[in-house]
């Protein structure tokens, strides 16, 4: 059996502990849309609308399902009134020249076609050779995985369906959060593990649940917190604590399996 910290819950969940709140990601009144897509040799480019705080920008994208989180260029990002920073968080991207270490930040939401929208805070890498002409980036699965989707090559046209539940954000905030140095206390069967979360975006995390996987020995154990609220670029204390089964080991490594903005 699983080790569970009790704590306060914020939100409703559905079954597998994942956050119920899709009208607030996607707003999709139908449920579902159409939208005509171009050809460009092997690739698919899609129109789209980004929205930042007070802007919007209408361009087109190459729709990439081998891109895990959708990238603009600079050019693109200051259209809607934002720039990067040097306290951005950044991740390491994969280039035909080598890997490349790349600034993370976070616009209002992404619309694709008239109907289908993902809001809520959509995480963007920046990434200047990603655009070309009037194509600004990649869109990514971080804005494709809320819906399932269908292509006509044919017809050239995109149907997309809200998923339900909707996935939620966790593609969005990973980026974004690091974990400090943290050290676990074994005390008979009570296992607690300190350390701290920084949260790297310029917006604050929401519902954000913590499992320890605990390895090592004869029964594996999972101890999980969740921690309410986290201020834009800041960083928290964390504490997980949680009784362990018989003949479980000591090693534990930290991950974040749910969350929002």
């Known amino acids: 059996m699983p080790c569970r910290r009790s ?13 119920v709140d899709a009208a607030s990601i996607v707003a999709m009144p139908s449920g579902r849309a159409s939208l005509r897509f171009e050809k460009r040799g092997t690739g698919i480019v899609v129109p789209v609308r980004l929205y930042g705080p007070t802007r919007e920008l209408s361009a087109k994208m190459l729709f990439d399902t ?19 920073s040097a306290s951005d968080a950044t991740i ?4 035909a ?14 619309s694709l076609g008239k ?18 002409g009037e194509v600004i980036g990649l869109l990514g699965l971080n804005v494709s995985r809320h819906f399932r989707v269908t292509l006509d090559h044919d017809a050239g046209e995109m149907t997309l ?8 954000h966790l593609f969005d905030i990973r980026p974004f959060v690091k974990f400090g140095s943290s050290r676990g206390l074994v005390r008979g ?18 519902d954000v649940r913590i499992e320890a996987k605990v390895s090592g020995g004869r029964s594996p154990a999972t101890l999980w917190t969740v921690l309410p609220h986290v201020a834009p670029r800041s960083r928290v204390p964390l504490s997980i604590e949680g009784l362990l089964p018989t003949g479980a080991g000591r090693t534990y490594s930290l991950s974040i399996t749910r969350g929002g903005w």
Do not use: H, W
């Not at 959509?122 to 070309?132: D, H, N, Q, T, Y």
């Open 7 to 19: 704590t306060k819950r914020y939100g409703s969940s559905d079954r597998n502990g994942r956050l």
């Open 66 to 84: 081998g891109a895990t989180l959708t990238t603009i260029t600079p050019e693109a990002l200051g259209k809607l009134g934002l720039f990067s």
């Open 92 to 95: 390491i991207t994969r280039t």
């Open 97 to 110: 020249n080598g890997r490349v270490r790349r600034s993370v930040t976070v616009i209002d939401g992404v």
């Open 115 to 132: 109907a289908a929208r993902v809001g809520g805070g959509v995480a963007v890498v920046l990434c200047e050779p990603c655009g070309s």
């Open 161 to 168: 369906e809200a998923k339900r539940p909707d996935p939620g």
């Open 189 to 206: 069967p009570k296992m607690t593990i300190t350390g701290s979360l920084q949260n790297l975006a310029p917006r604050a995390l929401s």
